[in-house]
């Protein structure tokens, strides 16, 4: 083969190797302005949802009588919507206090310990004080979001949730 003809292999696959990965400036801007926009409104729609939630508003809805539990005693409800699981307790002093029942690290389900008055999360040690639902130990990063409740006529209702 002579010095002027190309090989086989450039006749066929006649491709410029400086062209093709030369990417000039005004693309590489469209490009970083597509995804800083596209960065910037996946961020707008969860503060959004944030906004929307905070101002959701809640339903009274009665879950309990007063005299239904005894000290130490627990029952499941749902609040503030079927998806939602709650535990009502009633502490040793007698006071009911109410908190969702997925554990702020991951969703996992709590459960009351009576002997310690703590709400424990199984999968990675959390705990819950159950009076206050401040986190006590683990990896938690919040309390647990408390439900509000109004006690009327010897019925316990749930008016809404702080802190979720």
């Known amino acids: 083969m002579s010095d002027e003809t190309p090989p ?3 006749e066929d696959f006649p491709i410029q190797w400086g062209a093709d990965n ?3 400036r005004r693309e590489f801007t469209k490009f970083l302005v597509l995804i800083s926009g596209a960065t910037f409104l996946g961020n707008g729609y969860f503060v959004l ?3 929307r939630q905070h101002a959701e508003k809640f339903e009274s809805k009665p879950i309990a009588r007063t005299d239904e539990l005894a000290a ?3 029952k499941l409800f749902r609040y503030p919507d079927a998806d939602s699981p709650a535990l009502l307790i009633r502490l040793a002093s007698g006071e009911h206090v109410a908190y969702l029942q997925r554990c702020t690290h991951l969703s996992c389900p709590v459960h009351f310990a009576a002997a310690t008055n703590r709400l424990e999360c199984p999968c990675h040690n959390g705990a819950f004080d159950a009076t206050t639902g401040n986190v006590l130990e683990g990896p938690p990063p919040r309390p647990l979001p408390r439900i509000l409740l109004r006690t009327e ?3 316990i209702f749930a008016e809404g949730v702080q802190g979720a």
């Open 8 to 10: 086989k292999w450039r």
């Open 22 to 24: 030369y990417v000039t």
């Open 49 to 51: 949802q944030s906004y």
């Open 72 to 74: 130490g005693q627990v």
């Open 153 to 155: 006529g010897g019925q």
